[in-house]
């Protein structure tokens, strides 16, 4: 399995951007697809975005189209999750994720996660 650890989230205006970053060690990084979710306050797990282990296929949630880009460097063993536009109901813990094959939005499918970072947008 691959280790992941997430950072970048914080307090942030309506409007603003944020971008968080998710550094994978262990296993090869570059042969896994990687996902993004979040859990909102009384909310349950939700898909946020997803990017192929080459990076060349990304699929995103209705709700976070246009705003977020889901990138990786292969060369930095590093996934990022720029968030542009951001509005009160984005605040969540933001999970990243890997798994084989794929792109997926199912989150039973990822056999990897961080422990998250909490990303809190105010009105």
């Known amino acids: 399995q691959v280790q992941l650890v997430e950072s970048g989230g914080g307090l942030v205006q309506a409007g603003g951007s944020l971008r968080l970053s998710c550094a994978a060690s262990g296993r090869t990084f570059s042969s896994y697809a990687m996902g993004w979710f979040r859990q909102g306050p009384g909310k349950e797990r939700e898909f946020v975005a997803s990017?192929?282990?080459?990076?060349?296929?990304?699929d995103y949630a209705d709700s976070v189209k246009g705003r977020f880009t889901i990138s990786r460097d292969n060369a930095k063993n590093t996934l990022y999750l720029q968030m542009n536009s951001l509005k009160p109901e984005d605040t969540a813990v933001y999970y990243c994720a890997a798994k084989h094959g794929g792109i997926s939005r199912s989150e039973w499918l990822y056999d990897s996660w961080g422990q998250g970072t909490q990303v809190t947008v105010s009105s």
């Open positions: 990017i192929s282990w080459s990076g060349d296929h990304t």
